[in-house]
């Protein structure tokens, strides 16, 4: 791979860490339900999230779902525990639609409390202060982030 190529992966990295973290910053806590669409949006500020991750990886997302690139980055096996509820939960709602009779439908209304979707902000924030540090590391040298891999 070429010098230029893996520039072009680590500004794409960039790019979704800093959706990732724009979501965290601006997601609703100030309410007292989530709707379809705040649903929409946070799990997409994860897939955001994993995505740089891959990208930071040098590899491209690949067509396995949300969980499959998840399970395929070079993160330390506790790392890849804490958050794999966070990236299924994420995975699903996009792939599935929140639509009745869906498992992201019942995820989001079912099983779900407002309480429930404060954590999962708490999560993807979580999650993108990870991505930012691992970001850091590969981009400016940083040290490297506990819980990464060197690829």
């Not at 070429?2 to 979704?16: A, C, I, M, P, T």
């Not at 690139?69 to 599935?96: K, T, Y």
């Not at 009779?101 to 409390?113: N, P, V």
Request: with cysteine; aromatic share 10%.
């Amino acid at each position: 791979m070429s010098n230029e190529q893996w520039l072009k992966r680590l500004r794409f990295g960039d790019h979704h860490a800093n959706k990732a973290r724009a979501t965290w910053e601006t997601a609703p806590t100030m309410v007292n339900t989530f709707t379809t669409g705040h649903v929409l949006g946070l799990a997409q500020g994860g897939e955001h999230a994993v995505k740089a991750l891959v990208y930071y990886a040098n590899r491209q997302p690949g067509r396995h779902g949300l969980v499959g690139m998840w399970n395929a980055l070079p993160v330390e096996p506790d790392i890849r525990q804490r958050f794999a509820s966070f990236v299924h939960r994420c995975g699903a709602v996009p792939a599935q639609g929140p639509y009745p009779e869906t498992e992201a439908f019942r995820l989001h209304t079912k099983e779900r409390t407002v309480q429930d979707w404060f954590r999962f902000i708490q999560r993807g924030a979580e999650l993108t202060d990870f991505v930012l540090r691992v970001g850091a590391h590969v981009r400016d040298g940083a040290p490297t982030s506990t819980g990464w891999r060197r690829t």
